[in-house]
């Protein structure tokens, strides 16, 4: 029997080394030491040899310990000639933090490979990996699981179709139909390859990502090129072709933030953003919309900002410009505008239904009311300037 102790001694530090060091590190003593030995029994014990090689066998109720870890199965083989072990039948491997649970465990001793053929579920406190099968790469640290792979820890879980961990980085590939959904902040981001960063706590989208943010009764969707959701500051970053919809509201821009702080959401459009909404437009060189309880309350445009609006069913749009603008919503719909610093508005009068002149003005700031969709007053201050068109100079100018 001490071929057979030497090779599962072998085994078992070597399984549990690389397995366990899937979730973390690892530490342990060389063996050898007196306080290191190994125990183990089985309902039977039994060495045979088959076909010119020897096969050793731990059969039933198979349980090995060695200090505070333990091995269970039904079955032990070691294939001695082969140096190749296996283990079947509820395979567990616990050392009271971290544990993995299979149906079937080989190691390839000469290739210091792992293979997982019968289901494999890794647990670490509160984070769980589980897939139909999985190959553990010794030499490069590196694993591949393939079949329903999820991970699944206290605030967020994703699936794929395959994934590779590597060890030393703590990184995860994820391939095939990749879903990432965190519950703290209901976010689903979907796409075909993601990457996420365990040290960081961070997960990178590609290929046609999709985020959706869940509401009561309704969602908004983020798309881009590339969709990175960080964990720990509760934003996330959508980055080339950027498209938001939200009901009445689509956006568009090249880099977009979304974040999600003390019950409150901003949303930052950058390079080249434009927003649309119930016939409105609206431009600048940056614009940042406020949520609160998923609603959009305000918005702020920076920098050559422009907003035009529908003024009615004649085609005229009324227009606001500023190096600022600041936009009130309520219930979704408009309630006011401010115009700041060389701000300037063309606006459209109408009663029922007929054109009755244009006005532009002009001064440091210019305040918009609106009841509905159209401009109840407007407040010009700061050197404010004006002129009235008639609406028969109006209708010639339109002609």
């Given at each position: 029997m001490i071929k057979i102790d030497i090779f599962i001694q072998e085994l078992i530090f070597i399984i549990l080394l690389i397995t366990f060091n899937l979730?973390?590190?690892?530490?342990?003593?060389?063996?050898?030491?007196?306080?290191?030995?190994l125990k183990y029994r089985a309902d039977v014990l039994s060495s045979e040899v088959i076909n010119g090689q020897t096969v050793r066998k731990l059969i039933g109720n198979v349980v090995l310990n060695q200090k505070n870890y333990i091995l269970k199965s039904d079955l032990g083989t070691f294939?001695?000639?082969?140096?190749?072990?296996?283990?079947?039948?509820s395979v567990e491997f616990d050392d009271g933090v971290k544990k993995l649970i299979s149906n079937k465990v080989v190691y390839d001793n000469n290739e210091k490979t792992f293979y997982f053929d019968k289901g494999i579920k890794l647990i670490k406190g509160k984070n769980i990996l589980t897939a139909d099968k999985g190959i553990y790469y010794n030499g490069e640290k590196r694993a591949y699981f393939e079949g329903n792979v999820k991970?699944?820890?206290?605030?967020?879980?994703?699936?794929?179709?395959?994934?590779?961990?590597?060890?030393?980085?703590?990184k995860i590939i994820a391939y095939d139909n990749l879903i990432f959904n965190n519950f703290n902040e209901n976010i689903t981001i979907m796409g075909g390859k993601g990457n996420y960063f365990g040290k960081e706590d961070f997960i990178e989208?590609?290929?046609?990502?999709?985020?959706?943010l869940k509401e009561e009764n309704t969602e908004m969707?983020?798309?881009?090129e590339k969709l990175e959701f960080f964990n720990k500051t509760s934003k996330v970053i959508a980055s080339k072709n950027v498209e938001i919809l939200r009901d009445?509201?689509?956006a568009r821009c090249n880099i977009a933030e979304y974040i999600m702080k003390n019950g409150e959401e901003r949303i930052i459009l950058k390079e080249?953003?434009?927003?649309?909404?119930?016939?409105?437009?609206?431009?600048?060189k940056q614009i940042e919309l406020f949520l609160k309880d998923k609603n959009i309350y305000k918005l702020n445009v920076i920098e050559d900002a422009v907003a035009t609006?529908?003024?009615?069913?004649?085609?005229?749009?009324?227009?606001?410009?500023?190096k600022n603008i600041y936009i009130f919503l309520k219930e979704n719909k408009i309630e006011k505008m401010i115009a700041e610093r060389n701000a300037e508005s063309v606006y459209y009068l109408f009663e029922n239904g007929e054109s009755q002149g244009a006005n532009t003005v002009s001064g440091e700031r210019i305040t918009l009311y609106f009841t509905g969709e159209d401009i109840e007053r407007v407040i010009v201050e700061g050197g404010g300037e004006g002129i009235f068109y008639p609406s028969h100079i109006v209708n010639e100018l339109k002609k």
């Amino acid at each position: 029997m001490i071929k057979i102790d030497i090779f599962i001694q072998e085994l078992i530090f070597i399984i549990l080394l690389i397995t366990f060091n899937l979730f973390g590190e690892f530490n342990y003593k060389v063996y050898g030491q007196t306080d290191d030995f190994l125990k183990y029994r089985a309902d039977v014990l039994s060495s045979e040899v088959i076909n010119g090689q020897t096969v050793r066998k731990l059969i039933g109720n198979v349980v090995l310990n060695q200090k505070n870890y333990i091995l269970k199965s039904d079955l032990g083989t070691f294939f001695q000639e082969e140096n190749r072990f296996i283990f079947e039948g509820s395979v567990e491997f616990d050392d009271g933090v971290k544990k993995l649970i299979s149906n079937k465990v080989v190691y390839d001793n000469n290739e210091k490979t792992f293979y997982f053929d019968k289901g494999i579920k890794l647990i670490k406190g509160k984070n769980i990996l589980t897939a139909d099968k999985g190959i553990y790469y010794n030499g490069e640290k590196r694993a591949y699981f393939e079949g329903n792979v999820k991970f699944i820890d206290s605030v967020q879980t994703f699936t794929c179709g395959k994934a590779e961990f590597f060890e030393e980085s703590e990184k995860i590939i994820a391939y095939d139909n990749l879903i990432f959904n965190n519950f703290n902040e209901n976010i689903t981001i979907m796409g075909g390859k993601g990457n996420y960063f365990g040290k960081e706590d961070f997960i990178e989208v590609s290929e046609k990502p999709v985020m959706v943010l869940k509401e009561e009764n309704t969602e908004m969707t983020i798309t881009g090129e590339k969709l990175e959701f960080f964990n720990k500051t509760s934003k996330v970053i959508a980055s080339k072709n950027v498209e938001i919809l939200r009901d009445n509201l689509k956006a568009r821009c090249n880099i977009a933030e979304y974040i999600m702080k003390n019950g409150e959401e901003r949303i930052i459009l950058k390079e080249d953003p434009i927003i649309f909404q119930d016939g409105s437009d609206i431009r600048g060189k940056q614009i940042e919309l406020f949520l609160k309880d998923k609603n959009i309350y305000k918005l702020n445009v920076i920098e050559d900002a422009v907003a035009t609006m529908t003024a009615d069913t004649l085609d005229y749009e009324n227009e606001l410009k500023g190096k600022n603008i600041y936009i009130f919503l309520k219930e979704n719909k408009i309630e006011k505008m401010i115009a700041e610093r060389n701000a300037e508005s063309v606006y459209y009068l109408f009663e029922n239904g007929e054109s009755q002149g244009a006005n532009t003005v002009s001064g440091e700031r210019i305040t918009l009311y609106f009841t509905g969709e159209d401009i109840e007053r407007v407040i010009v201050e700061g050197g404010g300037e004006g002129i009235f068109y008639p609406s028969h100079i109006v209708n010639e100018l339109k002609k």
